[in-house]
Nanobody
Framework: QVQLEESGGGSVQAGESLKLSCAVP????????MHWHRQAPGKQRELVAS???????HYLDSIKGRFTISKNRAANQVYLQMNSLKREDTAVYSC?????????WGQGTQVTVSA
């Protein structure tokens, strides 16, 4: 089973920044879109940001202007730059990839924001 690998999580103070990375195996082809999700304790998972193969992006309203999704096709990586972090951004962040045979997921990386 193809699995993505996230990195870059950690503990920061409110107002600081983090950049998450998602490594996509080169064996995974035909990707149509990549997504970042997050799940806070006791809450449902929510879609944070998406980017298509053509570079069209979509963001959750609550993070617009603070988070940026980008990709490096040559490096097979997708990133989530998170600026001006807030306590409510605390969650496990995971990435996913839509491909012709389904969706591949990563295990997630913890982001903790303290006041």
């Amino acid at each position: 089973q193809v699995q993505l690998e996230e990195s870059g999580g950690g503990s920061v103070q409110a107002g600081e920044s983090l950049k998450l990375s998602c490594a996509v195996p080169r064996t995974l082809s035909g990707i149509r879109a990549m997504h970042w999700h997050r799940q806070a304790p006791g809450k449902q998972r929510e879609l944070v940001a998406s980017i298509t193969t053509s570079g069209i992006t979509h963001y959750l309203d609550s993070i617009k202007g603070r988070f940026t999704i980008s990709k490096n096709r040559a490096a097979n990586q997708v990133y989530l730059q998170m600026n001006s972090l807030k306590r409510e951004d605390t969650a496990v962040y995971s990435c996913s990839a839509d491909h012709p045979w389904g969706t591949a997921w990563g295990q997630g990386t913890q982001v903790t924001v303290s006041a």
